[in-house]
């Protein structure tokens, strides 16, 4: 009733009663956004098709986090070979081998969290119990988000990010800002939030958009592009 009274046809009343009980009404209306005049909703909106757009946004965030996967695990592998390789296994436990604005309380305060979270996974359970908790950098990293991950990069030695960063053929400094980028998409990815006519938080760097686009999904698609370690897998 509200969606006829602002305006938007509903061709099929039960199709649209059976979206909704599945769909929440306000979620829904999200998609909506584009077609709002005011209050009201622009000449021609039509139910089923803005269900159509519902449905491509719940199919291409699929896709998006099967990219996102592959770029994921491979930043995992990347950093705590690097890391681990450089300052030992242990080597993320010593706030000397990243920057200054490393916080290593709140750092090992995540870890600590993420350990007790998992802790009855088996290979948590297995270092907790022979090696004391001790846990090298590459079988903790397993542990680690997208964020966390985002955020140890960040707080590299300037140096360290730029070797990281050659592996990927792009600047430390743009490869930073891309990585909180895709922080902000898996996150409303994983979560089932709306991509379709989204306005992201930050804008990535280095992207050659307007200001105003690069606030907008295609910015994050061609910085999921640049950051994939695949063109082959990419292109297919």
């Not at 599945?22 to 999200?30: D, E, M």
């Not at 990010?161 to 600047?171: G, L, P, S």
Request: hydrophobic share 35%; with cysteine.
């Amino acid at each position: 009733a509200l969606l006829k009274g602002r305006g938007c046809i509903v061709n099929n009343p039960e199709f649209c009663l059976e979206k909704l009980s599945l769909i929440n009404y306000y979620r829904f209306t999200g998609y909506l956004l584009p077609f709002k005049e005011g209050d009201n909703y622009i000449k021609g909106t039509i139910f089923e098709k803005i269900y159509y757009i519902y449905e491509f946004d719940r199919k291409l965030r699929n896709v998006i986090l099967q990219a996102l996967e592959v770029i994921e695990v491979s930043l995992r592998t990347k950093l705590s070979y690097f890391h681990s390789f450089k300052y030992g296994q242990l080597g993320y436990l010593d706030s000397n081998n990243f920057n200054k604005h490393h916080n290593s309380i709140i750092f090992q305060g995540n870890i600590n969290t993420e350990i007790q979270r998992n802790k009855r996974i088996l290979f948590v359970e297995h270092h907790i119990k022979k090696y004391n908790g001790e846990f090298p950098l590459w079988v903790l990293v397993e542990l680690f988000s997208f964020g966390m991950l985002s955020y140890f990069y960040s707080d590299l030695h300037t140096s360290d990010q730029k070797e990281i960063a050659i592996q990927y053929n792009v600047n430390f400094k743009d490869l930073r800002s891309w990585l909180r980028c895709l922080t902000d998409l898996r996150n409303i990815c994983a979560h089932f939030g709306r991509l379709y006519y989204r306005i992201f938080s930050s804008s990535p760097s280095n992207i050659k958009l307007s200001e105003k686009n690069k606030r907008r999904l295609w910015a994050y698609m061609l910085v999921l592009k640049n950051v994939y370690p695949s063109n082959e897998k990419w292109n297919s």
